[in-house]
């Protein structure tokens, strides 16, 4: 009787053993804060995310250390943007050795804006009203992962080129987040992810997911309401480094150009390029510079001072604020940046 009841025990306890095993298994990491912010409303208590660049950092000047390349090589899956937007992880998933993780790109099926033309040649020679409407589908790119594949090099060629092959082929932006429909991409792209892996727990992902997609669609229409209150002609805006491209799409604005050349934000402009930025804002009517706090915006206060527009320098970009800042999670970071944009614009 004793052995049987110990038997029993073992077994129970080797159930019990397998259960949780399988999630501390399943090691999730995911570059960004905000994807791993999103991926942990899909997870909630089921699984830990953790982010690869470290809060208040600027992704596109992130140089992974050791250590980071060994979190990589522990970790199951790992979440990324996708569409170029993750510079280093070429060169950090070759030293890692590509099959010990497993990478999600948590954008496909996302349609991919290309960055607009900046400030340049392209303004100076086309008349301000050809500007002022969307040229619709020839922003579109294509569906990533679907016809469409983002080279990391991309990205950097955007900035150093910024010419002919560039502007035929269009570089893609990667910032995909800052229209929350992007993020309901990203919620079932995650959800799916987590469910393949755990297959136990796919209708709880599914379900974490369903409910943070209602959030997401709350949030919508949140901004809407706010951007409904900005006056048409006040929708022309100058961002430091060229971030809300997709929020721009999605909510009636036109970035007619940015401080800093290129998709990133490790470039400089040079004085005659801020002198013909100064001279578009005022040719375009555009009412406001926006620009990161991850990255420097004194040229931004510099250019918009000589044009007598309002500038905000802080904004979130690519990552979250600390806890006790004003975007800790996505949501929040959503609701700050349009409502500083709004105020900025309305006031
Ligand atoms: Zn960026």
Redesign the pocket.
């Known amino acids: 009787m004793r052995l049987r009841i110990s038997v029993f025990l073992v077994v129970a306890l080797m159930l019990l053993v397998g259960t949780t095993q399988a999630q501390d298994d399943l090691r999730v990491l995911a570059t960004t804060s905000i994807v791993a912010d999103v991926a942990q409303n899909i997870a909630g208590d089921l699984l830990t995310v953790d982010t690869l660049v470290p809060l208040g950092a600027?992704?596109?000047a992130f140089e992974p250390s050791t250590a980071d390349a060994a979190r990589v090589a522990e970790a199951t899956l790992l979440l990324t943007v996708g569409a170029g937007?993750e510079g280093f992880l070429g060169d950090l998933l070759e030293n890692v050795g590509a099959d010990t993780v497993q990478v999600i790109v948590v954008s496909n099926g996302v349609e991919i804006l290309a960055f607009s033309d900046g400030h340049d040649d392209e303004h100076a020679d086309s008349s301000a009203e050809a500007e002022d409407e969307h040229e619709g589908d020839d922003h579109h790119l294509g569906v990533l992962g679907g016809d469409l594949e983002c080279a990391a090099d991309e990205h950097e060629a955007a900035d150093e080129a910024h010419a002919e092959e560039d502007h035929e082929h269009g570089a893609c932006d990667?910032?995909v987040w800052t229209d929350p429909a992007n993020v309901v991409i990203w919620a079932n792209n995650i959800a799916d992810a987590f469910s393949a892996a755990d297959p136990a727990n796919a209708s709880l992902y599914r379900a974490n997911a369903d409910a943070y997609i209602a959030q997401l669609e709350a949030l919508q229409e949140e901004i809407d309401a706010l951007m409904a209150g900005v006056p048409e002609a006040a929708r022309i805006i100058v961002t430091n480094?060229?971030?809300l491209g997709y929020f721009a799409y999605a909510y009636g604005f036109e970035v007619v150009g940015t401080v800093l050349p290129g998709?990133?934000?490790d470039a400089e402009p040079n004085p005659q390029e801020l002198a013909a930025l100064i001279t578009l804002i005022q040719a375009e009517g555009a009412r406001g510079i926006f620009a990161?706090v991850s990255a420097n915006s004194q040229l931004a206060e510099v250019v918009a001072q000589e044009a007598g527009i309002a500038v905000v320098t802080t904004l979130y970009?690519?990552s979250l604020s600390p806890a006790d800042g004003p975007a800790p999670t996505y949501l929040d970071y959503m609701r700050y940046n349009a409502q500083a944009i709004a105020s900025a614009l309305t006031g």
């Open positions: 600027d992704t596109h937007y990667a910032h480094h060229e971030f998709a990133t934000t990161e970009s690519e």
